[in-house]
């Protein structure tokens, strides 16, 4: 019997995979565009997407004039462009006027919306992708440059070539644990931190953003990804870091969130010297269910992040796709924050992989009727994960080895029933009767 309620298994099922067949349902995707904005291709809630844009150092209102503008796909790039150059232009008076604390903010938000305008172009060679790109860099060298804290551009040596990183040190520069961070899939290195409210420099840790392969400015040079080589990544961005003297080598740590959940524990895997990891928003296991049971637009993304157009070479490589059979090669301590209902791993795939995990000191939290996103609570998601990186790196034990949370609307935490979770069950609170 097959449940109406669970996503199943859907390999077998004849999927709309290439170029053409999405175009010819176009339609389809516009008039969800119309209801939904850019929630039609994701998960959360539109209001909750918003929360996640204030996060990461939108400002509201720039979201909802943009918001309101498009009407279609097509207006995409033309409206975030728009909304960036206005945001640039007050940046470059305020510049001009000596006020450089307010032109930095002004330089960051022009940043995103720059960002923005880029996401629906899957092309390295598109003339309008490269120009953005160059917009981008040059907004976001000003927000380095007036930045109150050391920051700086960073090039990563790679297999012949360079991957780019933005590296955040803490005021002192004095030797203290240090964070690599790998985005998603859809983001890049200068969005995944908010360097306005860089929550780990607050904690006393300094931070690196990596575009990886297929990620960012790494598709500006053409470095694709494959199925392993974030791994390789992750290892030639430590050994980089443990070079710099403002870093302690035996405190490197590692955040990965959506696709990166899938390469940062690779990074664990590839190198020793990660002494603590935490991933969220899971992509664990199968990928058949980002790239053949969701919008069209991740798999298309993901072909030209891999530099092919062709499915069969793209499938191959997908179905090797899995850190299933080596989660025991997860040695250091690993936290793990998940959505109940992210069907990208569903929450009892996270939990395989969660108990499977070699980490002696490892913690689950399961963020009640939320997706993929988290979205309702990435504000807590950062915080509370930089708390617990900044605690393990310093060597703080925690109150419990192993631990299972399920975290409420108003950020309570339950206990779990293991029993019913390993069961597939949809009601896991453990009742306090």
Not at 234 to 240: F, L, M, T, V
Not at 366 to 371: C, G, K, L, T, V
Request: some cysteine; proline content about 4%.
């Amino acid at each position: 019997m097959r449940r109406l309620d669970k996503v199943g298994e859907t390999t077998t099922i004849a999927h709309t995979r290439n170029i053409r067949d999405v175009k010819s349902q176009r339609w389809i995707i516009e008039n969800l565009y119309r209801l939904l904005g850019r929630g039609s291709f994701f998960w959360d809630n539109p209001g909750e997407g918003l929360g996640i844009g204030v996060v990461k150092g939108h400002n509201y209102f720039d979201l909802m004039k943009t918001g309101e503008r498009i009407k279609s796909i097509d207006a995409s790039c033309k409206e975030n462009t728009a909304t960036a150059k206005e945001l640039e232009r007050v940046a470059r008076r305020e510049e001009a006027l000596g006020h450089m604390e307010t032109a930095r903010e002004f330089y960051h938000r022009a940043v995103m919306f720059y960002e923005a305008a880029a996401w629906p172009i899957f092309d390295s060679d598109d003339p309008e992708y490269l120009w953005l790109n160059e917009k981008l860099d040059e907004c976001f060298d000003k927000v380095l440059a007036y930045s109150p804290y050391p920051a700086e551009r960073v090039e990563i040596p790679f297999n012949g070539k360079r991957l780019p990183a933005v590296l955040y040190l803490t005021p002192e520069r004095e030797k203290a644990p240090t964070v690599l961070v790998i985005p998603g899939m859809d983001e890049r290195k200068e969005r995944v931190v908010n360097p306005r409210d860089n929550w780990y420099l607050k904690r006393g840790m300094n931070c690196m953003t990596l575009d990886g392969p297929g990620q960012g400015a790494s598709l500006v040079r053409k470095i694709w990804v494959d199925a392993e080589n974030h791994g390789e990544a992750g290892k030639a961005a430590i050994d980089y870091l443990v070079e710099r003297r403002e870093v302690d080598a035996n405190k490197i740590g590692v955040w990965g969130n959506s696709m990166g959940s899938y390469w940062a524990p690779l990074i664990a895997i590839a190198d020793k010297r990660v002494r603590a990891l935490v991933t969220a928003m899971s992509c664990y296991y199968d990928k058949n269910h980002i790239f053949n049971e969701t919008s069209p637009n991740f798999r298309l993304r993901f072909m030209w992040m891999a530099g092919t157009d062709t499915d069969e070479e793209f499938d191959r490589m997908a179905s090797t796709m899995t850190l299933e059979g080596r989660e025991h090669l997860v040695r250091c301590p690993n936290l793990v924050l998940h959505g109940e209902f992210d069907h990208l791993t569903n929450t009892v795939e996270t939990y395989r992989y969660f108990d499977n995990l070699g980490s002696e000191i490892k913690e689950l939290r399961i963020y009640e009727n939320q997706f993929h996103g988290i979205a309702r609570f990435n504000d807590d998601i950062y915080m509370s994960s930089a708390d617990w990186l900044r605690d393990r790196l310093n060597g703080k034990p925690p109150e419990q080895k192993r631990r299972i949370v399920l975290v409420d609307n108003e950020r309570m935490e339950h206990p779990v029933d293991e029993k019913a979770l390993a069961r597939g069950l949809s009601y896991i609170r453990k009742d306090a009767s």
